[in-house]
């Protein structure tokens, strides 16, 4: 199974800051990954694919980067809204494996 | 608009079974790929099964093989996972999530049920 390493697990941030997370995979993935925003009690919502793609609605402080086994998510300046776990996932072989998240909170 | 209602979640006891419904309405339930995704408390999340819109292809996690079943009923627009011999460990609250056309990544979720095992 691929693994993915998400860091760090914890970030505090000011709104306004840009934040950068980081996904590792265990092993190359090309530029099959994908990160998802949840909020507590709630599904997560994709936001990129295919590693740097935005998905339609997602705002453009939001975007992704990397390939092979390195990958990064960068908000360019946060927002209130923005304060959430954030989920890589590896979309190139079953099975699928998700980082184990990182939590932006209010610093 | 797209929508995934989970549906069948519950308390049951270590060894019992349950199964979860998806409802999914607002786009051709027949062409996609579907999933079950699980959410332990305070957890990150873990991929449980997957089956194509034909239901010709099917995979587990390793963690639930044996153990539970994935179907759908396209006439219905329906997803299903079947889940016995639960565990302690299978708490958690379940997701259906539709697979992105072409591509393995999950555009679409439902809101979850909780599947709690406990005696």
């Known amino acids: 199974d691929i693994q993915m390493t998400q860091s760090p697990s914890t970030l505090s941030a000011s709104v306004g800051d840009g934040v950068t997370i980081t996904c590792r995979a265990s092993?190359?993935?090309?530029?099959?990954l994908a990160w998802y925003q949840q909020k507590p009690g709630k599904a997560p919502k994709l936001l990129i694919y295919?590693?740097?793609s935005l998905e339609s609605g997602v705002p453009s402080r939001f975007s992704g980067s990397g390939s092979g086994t390195e990958f990064t998510l960068t908000i360019s300046s946060l927002q209130p809204d923005d304060f959430a776990t954030y989920y890589c996932?590896?979309?190139?072989?079953?099975?699928?494996?998700f980082g184990q998240g990182t939590k932006v909170e209010i610093k | 608009e797209v929508q995934l209602v989970e549906s069948g979640g519950g308390l049951v006891q270590p060894g019992g079974s349950l199964r979860l419904s998806c409802a999914a309405s607002?786009?051709?339930?027949?062409?996609?790929?579907m999933n079950w995704v699980r959410q332990a408390p305070g957890k990150g999340l873990e991929w449980v099964s997957y089956?194509?819109?034909?239901?010709?292809?099917?995979y587990y996690a390793d963690s639930v093989k044996g153990r539970f079943t994935i179907s759908r009923d396209n006439a219905k627009n329906s997803l299903y996972l079947q889940m016995n011999s639960l565990r302690a460990e299978d708490t958690a609250v379940y997701y259906c999530?539709?697979?992105?056309?072409?591509?393995?990544?999950?555009?679409?979720w439902g809101q979850g049920t909780l599947v709690t095992v406990s005696s």
């Open positions: 295919k590693a740097s």
């Open positions: 607002g786009f051709t339930f027949s062409s996609y790929s």
């Open positions: 089956i194509v819109p034909s239901s010709s292809t099917i």
């Open positions: 999530a539709r697979e992105a056309w072409a591509a393995a990544y999950f555009d679409y």
């Open positions: 996932q590896q979309c190139n072989s079953y099975p699928w494996t």
């Open positions: 092993q190359s993935i090309s530029s099959w």
